[in-house]
């Protein structure tokens, strides 16, 4: 009796370790660029009061996790240029990440117009045939939306090149692998102006999503600090309320629209059915691409955001001229 005691104790300190095991965020990885001139952090997740060392460009860096498990260290300021290392340290796990360069960081967020791919672009075929700039690095957020804020971005299927930085080629480019037809082509060609303009390595962190409005990537706390958008945030809470409802009311609902489709499919002249909503509210919904999206990436030192946006906050006259508030809260 005894002896099942202590293994079962064995057994659920070995889980505990297992949970509180070293991890860095999907955007902190091999290939990054890292915000030059700039104390850029690095943070990551172990046990609860872990020690944690950051070895990068001969200097150590130490840090020691809250209570939640999390910590979080700045590097010294760096200049343009790489390739660097790096290491991070816990108690007995080790993560090493290679190919680091400093340079400028950029995210290119927004809707349709931002997620265009440079594959559908007019200029595809020379355009990708001279993407031969290995000092432009891309990192595309998989597209996902969520009620709550996440601490790192949603797993992506083992053969994406989503969640993860990699670097400008023309084999790249022209890959089916990730983003929406490539990596956007504004962000590319955007990318490549800023490469020529500073001769410095450039980031380009693609987060955005076709057909989505300003309030959906603006967080709850941002909307909660003006009146005007108070319907955003009762949309949001009422959401949150309903969630575990919709939860499980979501599979018949799924079931009921697959069975008119099938049936829309075999008519003519009906109006399409539309599918149900997702019991979060999906990618629309207010702060649910910003607790997906762009919390995850917070706080990575980044040199600005280009923004192509405004068409969905536009088919109604009151939502146009609210936009004039909105932008500028988001």
Known sequence: MKSKYLLTILLLCLGSAGLAQLKLPAVISNNMIIQRNSRAPIWGWAAAGEKITVTFRDKTYTAQTGSDGKWMLQLDATKAGGPFEMTVNGNGSTIKLSNIWAGDVWIAS???????????????????????????????????????????IAAVPGTSLNGQWVVCSPQLMASENWAWHGFSAVGYYFAKEIRKATGSPVGMIGTYKGGTPAQAWISIDGLQQSPAFTEYVSAHQLLLGNYDNALAAYPAKQAAFREELKQWNKAS????????????????????????????????????????????????????????????RL
């Open 110 to 152: 927004g809707q349709s117009n931002m997620e265009f791919g440079i594959q559908t672009d007019s200029l595809a075929e020379e355009s990708i045939a001279a993407a031969t700039d290995s000092l432009i690095h891309f990192f595309v957020v998989p597209m996902t939306p969520s009620l709550q804020l996440q601490k790192d």
């Open 269 to 328: 002249g009906k109006p399409r059915p539309r599918e149900p909503m997702q019991p979060n509210g999906g990618f629309n919904a207010p702060s649910n691409l910003y607790n997906a999206m762009i919390a995850p990436l917070v706080p990575y030192a980044i040199k600005g955001v280009i923004w192509y946006q405004g068409e969905s906050n536009g088919d109604r006259l009151n939502n146009a001229v609210e936009y004039a508030t909105l932008f500028p």
